[in-house]
């Protein structure tokens, strides 16, 4: 019972009268911000193209080198159930149709089986081909920091741009994109850390003012210790005064709490709001009765038709 008497709601009570009823099923996506980045280069009044798969080639300048199996396959299973509702940007070429944005669609798609897929040709030149790959990718959390930093890289070398014209076109201060493009001049070893996600991009950016030497044995730390971003910072600070990185003293991170236990009512309630929403939806647990809903979408439209169904509910 809540303070003033009445009976406190309980989570997962009337979903379909909270969302509005049961809406059309959008395939899983990947988190993007609101105002996603090749939305902008999307004209509203493109026409929509029906092209068959095996005429779609991949974009030479996508900057991302692996896909998430099970994602792959939970989105192939919803288009499978209800095709790809968002087209993918392709242009034309002298060998046929090249990706500008929605390879993980082209690729579910074909798992699903299907032979063509909607499309929205556009008339892009290779820089504006790799701009929209850049901007469409830099947002995810899926993507690995070194693909971004190689992917910076490619796009410098291939068009003779200086980094602060690449910050400039991709609104991000010059300070990020150097930092970012350093990231390839770590030593191998810390590289293939940082790509199995054994390290994070802030442990590598703080290690970037130290020796080679001194990276190596401070990386070795943070595996071993646990060291937070915020701790191998001030430990690379002391390195730089003139101490040793195997004889500083560095407090190790404090032991995550054990993670509340899920049951399979909470199981069934993310299921039901996926089933509704059509899209990937996450309910993580801070307490026994706490915690946060998380609705990944895709695109503008997406973003629009969930608060759509909010204000009705509202």
């Known amino acids: 019972m809540s303070q003033d008497g009445a009976p406190k709601r309980r989570l997962g009570r009337g979903l379909d009268a909270l969302l509005g009823g049961k809406s059309q099923q ?56 209800h095709g790809v509702l968002q087209p993918v940007l ?8 090249q990706l500008i944005a929605g390879e993980r669609r082209w690729l579910a798609a074909q798992r699903a089986g299907l032979k063509e897929v909607p499309c929205r040709v556009m008339n892009l030149a290779d820089r504006e081909v790799s701009e929209a790959a850049m901007e469409e990718n830099l947002k995810r959390k899926d993507l690995n920091v070194l693909e971004k930093a190689q992917a910076f890289q490619d796009y410098v070398d291939r068009f003779a741009c200086t980094i602060e014209e690449l910050g400039k076109r991709l609104s991000m201060d010059r300070s990020t994109v150097s930092n970012m493009l350093r990231l390839l001049e770590l030593p191998e070893p810390i590289r293939r850390l940082l790509h199995e996600e054994k390290i994070t991009g802030g442990h590598a950016k703080a290690m970037l003012p130290l020796e080679e030497v001194d990276q190596l044995a401070i990386c070795e730390r943070i595996q071993t210790e646990s060291l937070s971003v915020r701790k191998t910072e001030q430990a690379v600070r002391t390195i730089l005064r003139g101490e040793k990185p195997d004889t500083i003293s560095i407090e190790t991170a404090k032991q995550p709490k054990a993670p509340i236990e899920r049951t399979a009512h909470i199981d069934s309630l993310e299921k039901q709001l996926r089933d509704i929403l059509g899209l990937k939806v996450q309910i993580k647990l801070k307490s026994s009765d706490a915690g946060q809903v998380t609705i990944d979408f895709n695109s503008n439209d997406d973003f629009d038709r969930i608060t759509r169904l909010l204000r009705k509910a509202a």
Do not use: C, M
């Open 90 to 97: 392709v242009r034309k070429t002298e060998h046929g149709y």
């Open 26 to 81: 959008a395939p899983t996506a990947a988190p993007v911000a609101i105002a996603h980045p090749v939305a902008a280069t999307e004209p509203t009044s493109q026409p929509v193209t029906i092209l068959k798969v095996d005429e779609i080639r991949r974009n030479p300048f996508q900057p991302r080198s692996e896909f998430d199996e099970e994602s792959l396959n939970e989105l192939a299973k919803s288009i499978g159930l």
